[in-house]
């Protein structure tokens, strides 16, 4: 369920995964609104040939006798008996006049076709959420609005008003799509690689059915192998990540296609869909946590279901590679160098294996280029030099996977019996050689053609998958290597968004404007998790500063202390390095003239108390600036952000996300993903940070955060300094809601409006 | 020519472009070594018909009559009357024979296919030059040996002993590639996109027609509009270079796959053709100096050749997106966004005629979703929803092109003849309009799918090209866009390898191991070339080092001054600003003693004078350092590298990379691609470098190098200090060839063995 509200309590029952598979199977289908004129009834019609739908099909017109020759009832509630689903395809405004209809017939799913919804803001949301209640109300399961149905290829029922590409393969890969018009698209693409489908639903504007019920409903699915998602929006993040921890559980990738990682592509979502957005690189993030496999393309995205859903997944990074040509041994090296993907040197058996059958001037090693010298002269046996190479491969104990680029077939029987026998054996052979192989065998072939007729057929037969082109094959591979990788370690997802604890409580007196806290109360919350500050000591006189100078220890740092000013060395309220205590007295003029100047320049726009004191802390030279902070992401809820301070962050854009909550062990890794990871490691001669220490005080500031519940909005501390095993934050800012408007908090994921 | 060997000089005439176009169409051919047992004639007859060859084909053989059922003759010398064209299949140590055959027989060309050659080093080498030497004695123009041959789809010849996919459709890509068996593989993703080929040649081992000879041969073919090459190795630099310098002012794109980006694709290139691969981020940056578009898959690399070959190439970045679906206008956001392609807002006359075209609920907007509503009532027009957008976009003055994402065809004519006559009216307007329209229009389908058969027929008549897919489609754009962007900036190339001048001589003695100047040497050169260094001077004692500093102001660096410890912070030879005498005396005490223990360590491998002294230098604060120095790569030559110092070039690999020679505008366009750019602008509150001044200064740094001429083996400053416009050298590291090996300098760009 998309909305929180509580009348939606009772609704589950709708959209769990035994109603879906109910809905998703109907027996039979009345076609409200068909006429003879729509588009939309033909291809519904024709759909439901494709699929070899058996079971009534009725068209409901209040008008038309028959259509497209069936004879057609003038409403629902003429049907001799209720059918299993409505596929509702009358204008916006009739709709809840047929869900009227249906219930008085008993019908219990719809899809309602209509746009002019949520998709349109304003009264269409309003629309929406009435239609929702209706059919709520009369206990009725709605796919839609704005959407263009579904096709389930294993129970034969195709309720779908778009193209179906024939022939419709049944398979392992369940498709979710949150565009319509993009169903037609990936079946045609599917069908072209011969990837068999379970159930593809168009999603539209999930009025009831959400996208995360249909990943519940698939990883129920025993048909369904994996699962391929169109995403133009995650809705309920707590539901979605709960469901992909079910789905890592079971075993059942989720592969998706998140658009909106550019401005314009999420301005392109939200202008069609009306939803809106959040911070790309936290959508990143997040669904590495969850372990989804995030994809860039269509073509990725269903050539990584297909390496999923019809092989098993490579147990490692090492690949044999078996091919007839250098060049495509060349191609496929620097690919998989790319990915991260190693291509270790044959065991020495494999090696002699293998160069058994090579002409002399060629040499058995991993990228194989097995050669096309078998052409020389007439073949008597099925098998080619690359296939005795795969018999060998398959054996080698120091390979996790082999990528054989060796399929290449006729495209139509040969006319030459011995000819066809020799094609035919090598496929069987290669089919059963591959199902006993120890190791999974991924078949790439060298481009992204169509894999059709004679080939499609045979290859189906034994069993034999081939990825499509070395570019997508490879990736594809990659991103199955990654999923392997990152089973079992979505462990908190289910818990997003996190921030509902409310442990601590903000200072009752906020000094900043938006909610900014005073210097001091932010060290005081750090303290209370343990996370080691600076030795610091607020001064409001020359005097004070330097005997607080003289406590701490020279050299010294000042800064003015004042919640409205939280960027203080933007307006010179900073002084550094400050060694005796003349200079300690001149600073603390400087710095709080600077700050009074800052306060008074802002004019009447600030009604705040002012200025504290100066901050006086100990200077740190050496070791290394990072930058810890959190922040509310609408959708995600407390992501915490790592960096490298300074140009890194703000010339690299060199920071390492996730949403929170995080332990230590996810830190370290947050911390190596960096690219200025190796100063960490005393890269330019300085001595390594202690990064588990690093890691131990960043995963508490993420608990310090979280410990504000829904009122945090966020908190920095930049620089957080490290040296060796000394981790101090040098500066911390804080920002909660302002006390009158904290219900309002954005971490709370209450409806999207 | 890839030998440079003064008996090669009387070969041009035999691969020049007149000679080839005649190689490349020949009238006659005959197939030595055919027999009905080889794969290899089976393919060469097949690919006979395949291209519609009209002249005769003729198996020759000692001992077969007849072969495929044609009959054959015993030798070339048999023949009745002279073939353009021997293919020579025979093995390795029969090729000769057969050559001086075909000398007597009048034949003047041949292509040789087996193995053995230099791909398997030591003697083969020698038998591929001794073979080369033949045929060019013989006025034989030879393709290969180790290769497949060739297609000419326009001449309607085809000797090539691999599968042709049918139907073979003539077109504007000319091809050569380095790996003969990826031949059909390219042969059959063109097939599969309907991509039209001119000529198509496998090059094996090059022993006489090169990759080059074959580019240049492609520009002055007519039939030809784009060049498409998959390269292992690019041999003669130079010659590479001024063919591409020719294609770019003749407006033919080279678009170009050269495996080896990784280190494991550069030893599979190794591994099968035995060529040396030099480092690949100098091929990516000569590639780009050269606007020679560079891609990595292969399905790019077609792709791009039909963006280019079929259609105008777009005049700016600003794109037009028109689809009838919003995923996938988010998708085409979301990769233009990935490749710097804008998507403007459509001007308003544009917005008034899409929206008279739209339903109420959809907005003319960029990108636009046409929606599928056309499909509520029967179509009467011939032109649907996107179309109708198409006629106002291409008259947008704010567009630079448009991306049509509209045409989807039935897979086969329709029955119904009103249908069908609504299909085909509709392709021959948007033929026509495409044709018509003032900006280029791009029709790219949603996913890379085979175009076949009823509508590649129906878009091949009224030209309409579709490119593979929103991911391939929008990358071949950029690609284009790319190559449009670089025209006429290709002016230098011609003279690389740049290293010829021996302008500046070594120093007499050259006082390190290895070649290492001293560094007063160094500084003397840098100087002559108006290349400012920072005050310095060379100490023999501690009251000299004092002295000195006093002359140069405080505070200073001192650095011990010997040729034999090139990098002298290693080994403690560096002492930091040093600001009164007496830590300069007890610097220079400790400093030499570094150097002493350094050179003592190294014990009797050294023989050398030793340490020269000490160097004071002024100590430079703030401001920022770079790196600038020159190598010499085994292809290309002398190759300049920018970076900014320290952990940027170490950690990060940021660096720009350029063949030298280069203008200062050239250095100032090395310095804007570092990712750390924005810290020369001023990104950390330091006052911005002047540019300029850098970039003129790191140009007279290549030339400085290329006066070396051929002796220079590298030239390093680093740091290099920029404080506003104020820009020195502060450490120089200058290596020559020794005196008694400057005549193998490897910038000499000999023959590569």
Same mark, same amino acid.
Do not use: K, M
């Given at each position: 369920m998309r909305t929180a509200e509580p009348a939606a309590a009772a609704a589950p029952s709708l959209v769990g995964p035994d109603r879906l598979a109910e809905f998703f199977a109907p027996r039979s289908i009345a076609v409200v609104g068909a006429s003879d004129a729509s588009g939309w009834a033909r291809f519904v019609l024709a759909s439901a040939a494709a699929t070899g739908f058996a079971g009534p099909l009725i068209p409901v017109h209040p008008r038309h006798r028959s259509v497209f020759g069936r004879p057609a009832v003038r409403s629902l509630r003429d049907l001799a008996e209720p059918v299993d689903l409505a596929f509702i395809m009358v204008p916006t405004g009739a709709v809840d006049e047929v869900l009227d209809d249906a219930a008085a017939a008993g019908v219990r799913g719809a899809i309602v076709l209509a746009s002019g919804y949520r998709e349109v803001g304003g009264r269409g949301r309003a629309r929406e959420r009435a239609m929702a209640d209706r059919a709520r109300a009369h206990q009725i399961t709605v796919l839609g609005p704005n959407c263009l149905g579904f096709i389930n290829a294993h129970a034969r029922a195709g309720p779908f008003a778009l193209t179906v590409p024939l022939p419709l393969l049944a398979g392992p890969v369940g498709i979710a799509l949150q565009s319509g018009a993009l169903a037609s698209v990936v079946l045609a693409f599917a069908r072209s690689r011969a990837i068999g489908v379970s159930t593809l639903a168009t999603l539209g504007n999930e009025a009831m059915i959400t996208a995360t019920d249909v990943v519940e409903y698939l990883i129920a699915d025993e048909r369904t192998k994996v699962i391929c998602l169109f995403l133009e929006e995650i809705g309920d993040a707590r539901a979605f990540a709960a469901a992909a921890r079910k789905a890592d559980l079971a075993g059942k990738p989720i592969v998706a296609l998140k658009a909106g990682s550019s401005q314009a592509g999420s301005e392109a979502a939200l202008a069609h869909t009306g939803s809106v957005a959040g911070d790309d690189a936290v959508v990143d993030a997040a669904l590495r946590q969850l372990n989804v496999i995030r994809v860039s393309s269509l073509e990725e995205l269903l050539c990584t279901s297909a390496v999923l859903g019809y092989g098993r997944p490579p147990r490692g990074r090492r690949m044999g590679v078996l091919t007839s040509s250098g060049g495509a041994c060349d191609i496929i090296a620097d690919r998989a160098a790319g990915e991260g993907i190693e291509l270790p040197e044959f065991a020495p058996q494999t090696v002699a294996a293998i160069s058994a059958h090579l002409p002399s001037f060629a040499r058995a090693r991993n990228p194989l280029d097995a050669t096309g010298y078998f052409l020389a002269n007439q073949r008597t046996s099925p098998l080619t030099t690359v296939d005795h190479a795969l018999d060998a491969a398959v054996d080698d104990p120091g390979l996790d996977f082999v990528l054989f680029s060796g399929v290449t077939l006729p495209e139509a029987r040969p006319a030459d019996e011995r000819a066809a026998a020799l094609v035919e054996d090598r496929v069987a052979w290669l089919g059963q050689r591959i199902a006993s192989a120890p190791i999974p065998v991924m078949s790439v072939t060298s481009t992204c053609v169509d894999v059709t007729g004679y080939s499609r057929d045979l290859l189906g037969r034994h069993g034999i998958h081939l990825l499509g082109g070395i570019d997508l094959g490879v990736q594809a591979i990659a991103n199955a290597i990654r999923w392997a990788e990152g089973r =079992?370690?979505?462990?908190? =997802?289910?818990?997003?968004?996190?921030?509902?604890?409310?442990?601590s409580e903000p200072p009752r007196s906020l000094a900043g404007p938006g909610g900014v806290w005073r210097e001091a109360d932010a060290r005081r919350l750090l303290a209370d998790f343990g996370i080691p500050a600076v030795p610091a000591e607020l001064a409001r006189s020359g005097d004070g500063a330097v005997a607080a100078a003289r406590r701490l220890g020279y050299p010294v740092v000042l800064r003015v202390a004042?919640?409205?000013?939280?960027?203080k060395s933007d307006i010179g309220g900073v002084a550094l390095d400050l060694r005796t205590a003349s200079q300690v007295r001149i600073a603390f003029r400087r710095v709080r003239a600077a700050g009074a100047r800052a306060l008074a320049d802002a004019g009447d726009a600030i009604r705040a108390p002012g200025i504290d004191g100066v901050m006086v802390s100990r200077m740190r030279t050496g070791g290394i600036e990072l930058l810890a902070g959190v922040s509310v992401d609408p959708t995600f809820g407390p992501v915490l952000a790592v960096g490298l301070g300074g140009i890194w962050v703000e010339a690299m854009r060199d920071v390492s996300l996730r949403v929170l909550p995080v332990d230590a062990d996810e830190v370290t890794r947050m911390l190596a993903e960096l690219r200025g990871a190796a100063l960490l490691r =005393?890269?330019?001669?300085?001595a390594p940070v202690d990064l588990d220490a690093l890691a131990r005080v960043i995963a508490r500031l993420g608990e310090a955060a979280l410990?504000? =519940?829904?009122?945090?909005r966020s908190l920095e501390v930049n620089p957080l300094w490290a040296d060796r095993d000394q981790i101090e934050a040098l500066d911390i800012l804080i920002v909660t809601a302002p006390p009158d408007r904290r219900a309002a908090a954005p971490s709370q994921n209450g409806p999207r409006t």
């Open positions: =079992g370690r979505v462990t908190s =997802g289910r818990r997003w968004p996190a921030a509902v604890r409310d442990v004042s919640a409205q000013i939280p960027h =005393g890269a330019r001669g300085t410990s504000l =519940g829904g009122s945090l």
